[in-house]
């Protein structure tokens, strides 16, 4: 592997020995691919959009790359708190506080502030409001704008923020595994469940500001991560051993349910409260059965991985339709990926990792403990 790709796997032999789930960086690598492909081939052109009967599960697949990212988050950062929680016997809500700004904002701000730069010479178009809707974690509630396109991917992180800001709190309140735990997970699992539609109503009879309440509708996948964290070893029980077949038909199962379309309120209800279980089902079979997938173990497939959410920042600035740019589009399929490798790369080796560092050093200073193995692993976007 490394006279394949010797960079990538000097750069991954250097690291120092963590406990990262790795098949979890595979899979944000390839969820990183997929939005990257969808919005090439839906928006920019640069790839050809080709029938319908392709460009749907290419629609399809490339959103849900972002709900794979939902799920594995909430995953992640409840296995952190409730490591933290064994390893010190409480959790630092202001230490995780502190590291989730060190390892957000850095990247997000030098993100604004290239676009600010570019606009400010004349060579994007963006407004004001849609900076400070992005800027305040509010794009997942803002009213929709097509000219807001170049921080339009930033409404996945308002939704992560406003979970995270109540969801942290309210565990360590009611205490991991404990009944009154899931009880609210499932309640709030319901409301999000019926927010899509619920909005849609709102929205029609009493304006346009309630259609926010439909926001709620993708806490549904960060919620399905909770809950797999909180029963790990019951899903990996179950899901180890089981064919490789499994994801191809869990994936099959979705890609069919986003393309069917019924105006049965029941039928509608039961389709996007199953949906986000299957997709934790597909991303738990690779943690489950490692040595099926040793594909997304590849130093290349980890690195990219690795830079996930650079790469998900800055693949919106070269993927966008034409009318967001004066002057210059970027057209080529080809200059797009190296313009979008290259400029991940850079915001990953120089702001991500020294900040989500930063944030470590600062979080467990303030704690006054060291790190323990839990914070090795990454909080994903």
């Known amino acids: 592997m490394r006279g394949k790709f010797p960079f990538f796997a000097s750069r991954m032999m250097k690291s120092p020995p963590s406990h990262r789930i790795l098949e979890l960086d595979g899979l944000r690598a390839f969820a990183a691919g997929v939005v990257v492909v969808y919005h090439m081939c839906l928006y920019s052109g640069s790839i050809p959009k080709g029938p319908s009967w392709i460009s749907g599960p290419v629609t399809t697949v490339g959103e849900h790359g972002v709900d794979v990212f939902f799920i594995i988050s909430g995953f992640i950062i409840t296995s952190l708190l409730m490591r933290e929680r064994a390893a010190r016997r409480q959790v630092s809500l202001s230490g995780f506080y502190i590291r ?10 030098a993100y604004l502030l290239v676009l600010v730069g570019l606009r400010a010479i004349g060579s994007v178009l ?17 009213p929709y704008d097509p000219h807001g396109w170049l921080v339009g991917h930033t409404w996945s992180l308002s939704v992560e923020e406003q979970f995270y800001l109540i969801f942290p709190p309210l565990l360590c309140y009611l205490s991991f595994r ?27 009879h009493f304006g346009s500001i309630w259609g926010g309440i439909a926001a709620l509708y993708y806490f549904r996948y960060i919620i399905v991560g909770v809950v797999i964290a909180l029963y790990e070893r019951r899903f990996l029980g179950f899901l180890a051993g089981k064919s490789r077949f499994i994801p191809a038909l869990l994936a099959a199962v979705v890609i069919a349910t986003d393309l069917f379309r019924t105006p049965n309120f029941c039928l509608r209800t039961l389709m996007a409260a199953t949906e986000p279980c299957i997709c934790g089902l597909f991303v738990m079979w690779f943690v489950a059965n490692p040595s099926r997938c040793a594909f997304l173990r590849r130093p290349v497939v980890q690195w990219f ?8 920042l800055w693949q919106q600035l070269f993927t966008g339709p034409a009318f967001c740019y004066k002057g210059w589009q970027p057209s080529s399929a080809a200059l797009c990926i190296i313009a979008i490798v290259l400029c991940a790369g850079l915001s990953h080796y120089l702001i991500e990792r020294p900040g989500i560092r930063l944030g470590r050093i600062l979080s467990y200073r303030r704690m006054g403990a060291k790190p323990v193995c839990a914070a090795d692993v990454p909080e994903a976007v």
């Open 100 to 109: 989730r700004f060190f390892r957000i904002i850095p990247p997000f701000a």
């Open 126 to 142: 963006i407004s004001n409001r849609n900076l400070l809707w992005s800027m305040f974690f509010l794009e997942d509630v803002a």
């Open 178 to 204: 404990s009944r009154a735990t899931l009880v609210v997970l499932s309640l709030f699992y319901g409301v999000c469940v019926v927010s899509m539609q619920l909005g849609d109503s709102l929205s029609r």
């Open 305 to 312: 991985g690795a830079c996930s959410y650079s790469i998900y």
